[in-house]
């Protein structure tokens, strides 16, 4: 079967199987003759149950460690230490939040540093809150690498067109043609380093994991 086809019938797209290709959870064949990756039944056997314990929540990891030789007996119990750990952090926070909708209070007559300090004992304790400040600023963080990114490949690329043009303003002082590839080879070689850094750095801030994938 060809990618395509796999993506309709177990419902996971293409982006994600190529990523769980790439964390090697996932090893289809390949075509003697073209080269092209071959899924069958044991693939999607395989990524059925990528999506099973992805919607269940386990972590890459633990996946990795049952395809390795691993139980699942023994994932899903290291699995549900941290969901209850995470279901007690709930119900602490539907608590806090409960306490504050009963208070009926203006957003400047709270006392914020007060529920941070109590916050931050539950968290001496094992809590852990929904901490959403850390996604607001990652859009900034992906904007700076990006504008980054572009400034440096336009400075690159303008000096590239520059050498170019005054090497072929008045050909008889042009230098040789090796020298010209050479001068013109460098920025461009900076620009793919560059461009390189950039999707190194989007996977960083990413964390390692497309959007898509963490739904499975």
């Avoid at 001496?124 to 963080?141: E, H, L, M, N, S």
């Avoid at 490949?153 to 090796?178: C, E, K, N, Q, Y």
């Amino acid at each position: 079967m060809k990618i395509k086809e796999v993506e309709a019938q177990v419902g996971i797209t293409k982006k994600n199987i190529r990523f769980y290709e790439e964390q090697g959870l996932l090893s289809p064949r390949r075509d003697s003759e073209n080269g092209y990756r071959d899924y069958g039944p044991q693939e999607v056997a395989v990524l059925q149950q990528i999506k099973l314990l992805r919607k269940l929540g386990l972590p890459l990891e633990e996946i990795r460690r049952m395809q390795a030789g691993g139980t699942v007996a023994d994932g899903i119990r290291r699995h549900l230490v941290t969901l209850e750990r995470e279901q007690r952090s709930l119900e602490q926070s539907i608590e806090l939040c409960r306490s504050l909708k009963d208070r009926e209070e203006r957003l400047d007559a709270l006392d914020a540093n007060l529920l941070l300090e109590e916050m931050e004992r539950l968290e001496q304790t094992g809590a852990t809150f929904k901490d959403k400040q850390r996604g607001d600023v990652r859009p900034i963080r992906y904007a700076a690498a990006v504008v980054a990114a572009l400034l440096t490949t336009a400075l690159m690329a303008g000096l590239i067109a520059l050498m170019v043009w005054g090497f072929t303003v008045d050909s008889t002082d042009a230098p040789p043609l090796a020298l010209l590839i050479v001068l013109v080879a460098i920025p461009a070689v900076i620009i793919l380093g560059v461009l390189l850094a950039l999707f190194q750095r989007i996977k960083e801030i990413g964390k390692g994991e497309i959007d898509d994938a963490k739904r499975y």
